[in-house]
Nanobody, 124 residues
């Protein structure tokens, strides 16, 4: 079993920055996909960014150029650096992990393990 714990959420003004962290513990894998998703009230959970063990990264168009996903494999931790935040970025952010890289990395169903979420609120 894998446990994922997110941290780093909070309240920030528009134009500000936050860095989210997601620490994985429990069962380990030699390679794995990590993803960040978010869910705003009344909306579906949507893809934000993904990273594979080989360093490949992928982003939703809405965050491209503003958000950066990175990982420290030695610490089993993935980060999401969020810059130039907008009120529409307000949501609960979830990290996710799967030991298999799938071509539909933007689908929530491609990830087996999920964190509990961390709230990000961007004020205008």
């Amino acid at each position: 079993q894998v446990q994922l714990v997110e941290s780093g959420g909070g309240l920030v003004q528009a134009g500000g920055s936050l860095r989210l962290s997601c620490a994985a513990s429990g069962r380990t894998f030699s390679s794995y996909a990590m993803g960040w998703f978010r869910q705003a009230p009344g909306k579906e959970r949507e893809f934000v960014a993904a990273s594979w063990s080989n360093g490949s990264t992928y982003y939703a168009d809405s965050v491209k150029g503003r958000f950066t996903i990175s990982r420290d494999n030695a610490k089993n931790t993935v980060y999401l650096q969020m810059n130039s935040l907008k009120p529409e970025d307000t949501a609960v952010y979830y990290c996710a992990l799967d030991p298999v890289w799938r071509s539909n990395y933007a689908s929530r169903y491609s990830y087996r393990y999920w964190g509990q979420g961390t709230q990000v609120t961007v004020s205008s």
